[in-house]
T-cell receptor
Framework: AQSVAQPEDQVNVAEGNPLTVKCTYS??????LFWYVQYPNRGLQFLLK??????LVKGSYGFEAEFNKSQTSFHLKKPSALVSDSALYFC?????????????FGKGTHLIIQP | DAGITQSPRHKVTETGTPVTLRCHQT?????MYWYRQDPGHGLRLIHY???????DKGEVSDGYSVSRSKTEDFLLTLESATSSQTSVYFC???????????????FGEGSRLTVL
């Protein structure tokens, strides 16, 4: 079975500093990996995904993520945090051989950017 | 805009009553999903559908049923609501209509259900 771990419930970063939100995964084959963001009282918005190819993936709003197969990680990063980046972030994984049964999500990490 | 509409957006009900949540999509996508979101648990898959009248169970399907009589609508029913089903429910669709496609999911705005 596939699973995702987000080890930090909350990450605090000062505005302008780099940020990292951690994610590790477990899947039987080569994973498809995703990051989503959720603002209060809204649905989840897609940020970026890794399917194959370059290990560094760039996405929306200046975010990027690095796929590390040996460490089974897919950490979300941004060089310079904005207060508006404060939100709940979810990492998700899909086993490409898993058929139509959607994505498996982590428990989420609250990102708080302090002015 | 993925063209997903959930209704109702908010509902308060009493234990033991039936509840139906509706997900409507305008873009004729084959794959639709129901998730619930709870603090400390992230999103967990309840049921999904891969076509009209084709549905299957997810991780937390007990106490829930679904129906899909036409492509655009995917209904989630709680036959007899319990307090443990108080949650925010999200519908999602997949843009890549292939069972092995890596398509990301696109989500509706959620339906907040409170069971008293």
């Amino acid at each position: 079975a596939q699973s995702v771990a987000q080890p930090e419930d909350q990450v605090n970063v000062a505005e302008g500093n780099p940020l990292t939100v951690k994610c590790t995964y477990s899947v039987s084959g080569n994973p498809y990996l995703f990051w989503y963001v959720q603002y209060p009282n809204r649905g989840l918005q897609f940020l970026l995904k890794y399917i194959t190819g370059d290990n560094l993936v760039k996405g929306s709003y200046g975010f990027e993520a690095e796929f590390n197969k040996s460490q089974t990680s897919f950490h979300l990063k941004k060089p310079s945090a904005l207060v508006s980046d404060s939100a709940l972030y979810f990492c998700a994984v899909r086993d490409p051989g898993g058929g139509a049964d959607g994505l498996t999500f982590g428990k989420g990490t609250h990102l708080i950017i302090q002015p | 805009d993925a063209g997903i509409t959930q209704s109702p957006r908010h509902k308060v009900t009493e234990t033991g009553t039936p509840v139906t949540l509706r997900c409507h999509q305008t873009e004729n996508h084959r794959y639709m999903y129901w998730y619930r979101q709870d603090p400390g648990h992230g999103l967990r898959l309840i049921h999904y559908s891969y076509g009209v009248k084709d549905t299957d169970k997810g991780e937390v399907s007990d106490g829930y049923s679904v129906s899909r009589s036409k492509t655009e609508d995917f209904l989630l029913t709680l036959e007899s609501a319990t307090s443990s089903q108080t949650s925010v429910y999200f519908c999602a669709i997949s843009f890549k209509d292939s069972p092995v496609a890596p398509g990301e999911l696109f989500f509706g705005e959620g339906s907040r259900l409170t069971v008293l």
